[in-house]
């Protein structure tokens, strides 16, 4: 090598390719590099990687001294573990050493003791640095504070625990509530079946039949609402149903009313599917009692029919009623909203909702040209509940 007179020692720069410095300029180098450190959001430091000397701090950059509660001049030299409490530091001493030993990244959380008698859970990250110290080998020590973020999780948790106690017990509420209410409507409907009504003047058989009729529909309403708790709080079983026997059971079970209306309902080749058995029927009963129920004065004419898409089935019940309207196309499947009629409890499509996005699917409704509405719902060919 030949001296140049009046120039620096060279100098190798790690930052970079290799290259010749002046000691000035790998100084100034130097500053920058721990300007940048001190300027990271988290704790950081380079350690010894050596077993004699495992974790001794090398370099710290400010924001860790602040996260310990030291100076980091303080640090320097100092044995990393010897921040944290027995039991932890072993644990990251074991991280340290596999680092050291196999390379890569580790990462854990461990209490470190900021102060006497305050601690702080810290995200660890170690991973193998390029730079050696003296003994050949150093780790790269990140420090994250979670403290605040382990309370926030914390206190989520709690608050979910607490919901998930509050939706139970309006479960059981509505449950006996709507059972208590079903048992007096029973009674009071028995007693006006009693009265005699034969030699009845016309207005007194008018009161008779408003109170059928107000019975009636608060005996729908219970109905609805132990189909909602039931639709809310029982997970679906898996099992397979034929849809084409569940909606003739349907029919069966509004038979009298499919009769008085004058309705007919058409039921083409239905899936064979995996759901519950019980849930799906309350679906095709809200949306069958919804057609002839909003027929708009015509005779009811109901279809159900069934297309084939990519791995899954989609159902649709149409009808030839007075439709809904584009502004409460969404509106109507949420819990207790109602369309631009006044009858009924705002139960049933919400229900229905419920129920089918348990399974997986999800439910919509369209125009059915001239006149009418088209319900359609999916159901997967593998279920993966949507929950919550």
């Known amino acids: ?58 370099e710290a950059n400010v924001p860790l001294g602040r996260l310990v509660g030291v100076t980091r001049g303080q640090l320097a030299g100092l044995s990393l573990t010897s921040l944290f409490a027995k039991q ?54 990140r420090m994250r504070d979670a403290t605040e973020h382990a309370g926030r999780v914390s206190e989520l948790s709690r608050t979910i625990e607490r919901l998930e106690r509050s939706n139970e017990e309006l479960a059981v509420l509505a449950r006996i509530t709507a059972h208590d209410l079903a048992a007096p409507l029973r009674a009071v409907a028995g007693l006006i079946d009693l009265l005699p009504q034969a030699d009845a003047s016309p207005d007194t058989r008018l009161t008779f039949d408003a109170i059928r009729s ?9 109905a609805d609402m132990i189909g909602c708790v039931q639709g809310r709080s029982e997970e679906p079983t898996r099992a397979v149903v034929d849809l084409g026997e569940l909606v003739e059971r349907v029919r069966d079970t509004l038979a009298s009313e499919i009769e008085a209306r004058g309705a007919t309902l058409i039921v083409e080749a239905l899936p064979t599917v995996l759901g519950d058995e019980h849930q799906l029927e309350r679906v095709f009963l809200n949306l069958i009692s919804n057609a002839l129920k909003y027929s708009h004065g015509q005779l009811p004419e109901i279809r159900i029919y069934a297309h084939r898409i990519p791995d899954e089935w989609r159902i649709s019940v149409a009808d030839r009623g007075m439709g809904v309207q584009e502004a409460d196309r969404e509106r109507i499947f949420e819990l207790f909203a109602r369309g631009d009629v006044e009858s009924g409890g705002g139960i049933g499509l919400a229900t229905c909702r419920r129920i089918v996005e348990v399974h997986g699917g999800r439910i919509w409704v369209e125009p059915h040209e001239p006149t009418g509405s088209i319900f359609n719902f999916t159901l997967p060919d593998e279920p993966s509940p949507a929950g919550g």
Do not use: Y
């Open 1 to 58: 090598m030949i001296a140049v007179p009046g120039a620096s020692p060279p100098s190798f720069s790690s930052d970079g390719p290799l290259e010749w410095r002046g000691r000035g300029e790998v100084l100034q180098a130097r500053e920058r590099q721990r300007a940048l450190a001190d300027g990271a959001d988290c704790g950081l430091a380079i350690v010894s990687g050596n077993p004699n000397t495992l974790g001794a701090v090398l």
């Open 88 to 141: 932890e530091a072993k644990r990251v001493r074991d991280t340290l050493k596999m680092v050291a030993a196999d390379g890569g990244t580790s990462s854990l959380e461990a209490t470190i003791i900021s102060s006497p008698g305050r601690q702080r859970l810290v995200m660890i990250t170690v991973a193998a640095s390029p730079h050696a110290d003296s003994s050949g080998k150093a780790l790269v020590v």
């Open 214 to 222: 107000a019975i009636d529909r608060m005996q729908a309403m219970v």
